[in-house]
């Protein structure tokens, strides 16, 4: 009881004279808060990346591709290979027909908001079956194109992204006029960067004849999968690739947040390191300073353990205020901010908002506590292994 | 110069705080070199990009293919030296993950168009002699181990050969330059493209025209524009610069990213030295005031203590700086996303003036302090 409450006396003692070192606590919280900013906001980026790429991606899709192709955007598939894969069995049904979308995906040279610079913005070719393979897509403004015509819907991470992507503006390119008619969402997927457009005008733009690059088909369950690819695979009619959509956008995002990720973590981990030796000198300071009263503690007869608890409560605490604070300004600075960067297997672009989640600021606190633990370790041991004499003597 | 034992040795006064007051310094320049490594390597090249080279794009997008058949009309052109196309080819070696670029060209103009890429003689004659002949970049080469004389398989994707799937190719040569220059690709010939791929013969990617006067790179482009206005291909042409900032901007601002990360990093830093010195220098206050009262002025005592800030940011700045170059000489660690990994000369001078002015910076307001110290004040105060 006596050691916990003289523990409990020196503590408050030391906290409660933190602001009479205003200016290297400070020092350690603003090193601490820094840190975390960066490390939080940069994963930020890559979750917000992730986050994009993983909702595109569905179990209960497949995606069909010509085998040899790495992207949607170097396959090919011609018009008799389209037909036999939306005869395949797995697919659900809707009346006599399959649920089943021959795709074409190509780029369009755009400039992005902001930069004024031309941006690859993807355009999506798609049939009238198309919003019904993908149940999460709805209009939010305008209205649906009309098959046939040259009008567009745009995703709703385009019109933001890029220019001249609003209801009532025509997207003018080469000899290409598309009027834009409305803004579609779809759950904050990657389709949300894209520009859908009827398959049959963007062939005749984009001279691709009567062929198609991609057919993205709805299963009947998940389980039925490996049915259809096989059926497919086994067909000598076709040469293609079937892949789950979710496994195709994961294995697409895979190299960009890895990159993210990798960059984050190093750069956090260095400057951990130094925020790490600032909040040594803090500490050592803020010990060397009150070295006598230190002294004159122990020699009172208050017990070492109690000192170096003392100092880690303090370095600890000052932590977690840096903490704190650099998760929640990272959190304000950064969270929902929508930017967009290039997706380097198909060269186009992708729009995403960073996403502070809580289990970054979870993780960025901790990361806060970590420092300060070992901020505080040595110079508690020093101030436990002060001589009294000496110490007393000391200025 | 005198003093550097005096400043030597009240730097290791208190030698705990003087190593961790290193260390940090240490820690901000090593990030400062790998930062600026980092963002230099997402501007991709844009620094050695040629003025007087233009490239000829679709207007469309960059993935729409161009007819062989401008090239004449381009050379045609008053005020155009040289002009060639060039294609992605986007094949895939061995497996996805090996992601290198491979670019059709045509040797000849190639090679005169990009002096940057040093090929030694008889290299270059193996390749005018071998149509499938390959030249790869010495960085690519070291990578996948390849040497001159090797036979590579590439697996095509958006080209398909009439046969099968795969590419044959022989490494004839491999390309070298200055610092700075992607040393990663890939070249091969056109003719063997065209004469062996199933469909898309006569189409190219894209245009590169080197031009007599890059004053003129403006004119030239519109001129190049307007030719091919209102036919099926029309063209969009800027320089190679400006096509290589275009490209790193779609990647997105990464550059703005590591300036805003360093400023955090040296702010910190510099409240840290700067604190660490003052309370150095709070302890000193007696000795200071017994080197006034021996005649030291007070110019010699700010010096001093400067010296003393600056010493420190010196000695762990070019370390950390240091270090940072020896990482950056292992090369990229990405696998081929990033393929000019280099600490810029410009960048290592501009790390040199940061640790100097954080050390000046730092010790100011410690040096202002005791050089007004009065020698009664200093002396009693202990």
């Given at each position: 009881m006596n050691f916990i409450s003289q523990t409990l006396a020196v503590t408050l003692l030391n906290l409660r004279t933190i602001p009479q070192r205003l200016g290297s606590s400070g020092v350690a919280i603003v090193g601490i808060a820094g840190v975390v900013i960066v490390l939080v906001s940069v994963l930020s980026i890559a979750r917000g990346f992730g986050a994009a790429m993983e909702q595109s991606?569905?179990?209960?899709r497949a995606l069909v591709m010509?085998?040899?192709?790495?992207?949607e955007m170097t396959s090919g598939l011609g018009p008799a290979e389209v037909d036999i894969i939306k005869q395949a069995p797995g697919l659900q049904r809707q009346g006599q027909t399959t649920v089943a979308s021959a795709e074409l995906y190509v780029i369009i040279d755009i400039p992005k908001i902001g930069t004024n610079s031309p941006a690859n913005v993807p355009v999506r070719g798609v049939e009238p079956t198309a919003t019904a393979v993908r149940s999460e897509f709805s209009i939010t403004e305008g209205r649906m194109f009309e098959f046939g015509t040259t009008e567009v819907v745009v995703g709703r991470g385009a019109s933001v992204n890029f220019?001249?992507?609003?209801?009532g503006s025509t997207i003018v390119s080469g000899q290409n006029r598309w009027p834009v008619v409305g803004v579609f969402e779809?759950?904050?997927?990657?389709?949300?960067?894209e520009i859908w457009i009827d398959t049959r005008t963007l062939q005749g733009a984009y001279r691709r004849?009567?062929?198609?690059q991609t057919v993205l088909a709805k299963l009947d369950?998940?389980?039925t999968f490996d049915a259809f690819r096989d059926w497919l695979i086994a067909n000598p009619q076709v040469n293609v690739q079937v892949r789950r959509e979710a496994e195709y956008y994961e294995q697409q995002s895979r190299a960009l947040t890895s990159l993210i990720e990798g960059i984050g973590f190093g750069i956090a981990a260095l400057m951990g390191v130094g925020a790490v030796f600032g909040a040594i000198l803090t500490m050592y300071t803020a010990v060397s300073t009150r070295s006598r009263e230190i002294a004159t503690l122990r020699a009172l007869g208050f017990n070492t353990t109690s000192v170096v608890v003392s100092v880690l409560a303090e370095s600890l605490s000052l932590a977690a205020i840096g903490g704190a604070i650099g998760g929640l300004l990272a959190y304000a600075a950064f969270n929902g901010y929508q930017t967009s960067t290039m997706?380097?297997?198909?060269f186009s672009q992708v729009a995403f908002a960073f996403q502070v989640t809580p289990e970054l600021l979870g993780m960025g606190v901790s990361y806060a506590l970590i420092m300060g633990l070992l901020g505080g370790l040595f110079p508690a041991l020093r101030a436990a292994r002060l001589p009294i004499p000496s110490a007393l003597r000391e200025l | 110069m005198k003093f550097m034992p005096l400043l030597w040795s009240s730097l290791w006064r208190k030698k705990i705080r003087t190593i961790f007051t290193l260390l940090s310094v240490f820690v901000a320049f090593l990030l400062f070199g790998l930062l600026m490594t980092i963002r230099g390597a997402f501007s991709f090249g844009v620094d050695i990009a040629g003025l007087d080279r233009l490239v000829l794009i679709h207007k469309v997008a960059l993935i729409m293919p161009l007819p062989v058949s401008y090239k004449e009309r381009l050379a045609a052109t008053?005020?155009?030296?040289i002009a060639s196309h060039q294609t992605w080819f986007g094949g895939v070696y061995?497996?996805?993950?090996?992601f290198f670029a491979q670019m059709v060209v045509e040797p000849e103009p190639f090679m005169k168009i990009y002096p940057e890429f040093v090929i030694p003689d008889d290299q270059v004659k193996a390749w005018l002699a071998d149509r499938q002949g390959a030249i790869v970049g010495v960085d690519l080469a070291k990578r996948f181990g390849w040497k001159v004389g090797d036979r590579i398989p590439i697996t095509g994707t958006i080209w398909q050969p009439k046969q099968g799937q795969t590419w044959e190719f022989n490494v004839v040569g491999m390309y070298d330059g200055a610092a700075?220059?992607?040393?990663?690709q890939f070249f091969f010939r056109y003719d063997y493209l065209d004469e062996n791929?199933?469909?898309?013969?006569?189409?190219?990617?894209w245009y590169v025209v080197k031009i007599s006067?890059?004053?003129?790179a403006q004119q030239m482009g519109a001129r190049f524009d307007a030719m091919f206005a209102n036919s099926s291909a029309e063209t969009k042409t800027t320089t190679e610069k400006g096509f290589v900032e275009g490209f790193a901007k779609q990647v997105g601002d990464i550059g703005a990213i590591m300036i805003a990360i360093l400023v955090a990093v040296l702010f910190t830093m510099l409240l840290v030295a700067a604190n660490t010195m003052a309370q150095s220098v709070r302890e000193r206050t007696s000795e200071m005031g017994v080197l006034k009262t021996l005649g030291f002025s007070n110019a010699s005592i700010l010096a001093l203590v400067l010296g003393e800030s600056v010493l420190i940011a010196v000695l762990g700045g070019s370390l950390g700086l240091g270090v940072s170059w020896l990482i950056v000489q292992?090369?990229?660690?990405t696998n081929g996303m990033l393929p000019i990994f280099i600490l810029p000369n410009r960048d290592v001078v501009i790390g040199g003036v940061m640790i100097v002015v954080l050390g000046l910076v730092a010790g100011a307001l410690p040096a202002v302090n005791a050089m007004n110290l009065k020698i009664t004040d200093a002396l009693r105060r202990s």
């Open positions: 991606g569905s179990d209960v010509r085998s040899g192709a790495d992207s220019q001249g992507l609003t209801v779809t759950g904050g997927s990657i389709a949300e960067t004849g009567n062929s198609f369950s998940s389980q997706n380097f297997s198909t | 008053e005020g155009v030296a061995q497996n996805p993950a090996n700075g220059v992607d040393k990663t791929r199933a469909d898309g013969q006569g189409l190219v990617g006067d890059p004053s003129q292992q090369g990229d660690p």
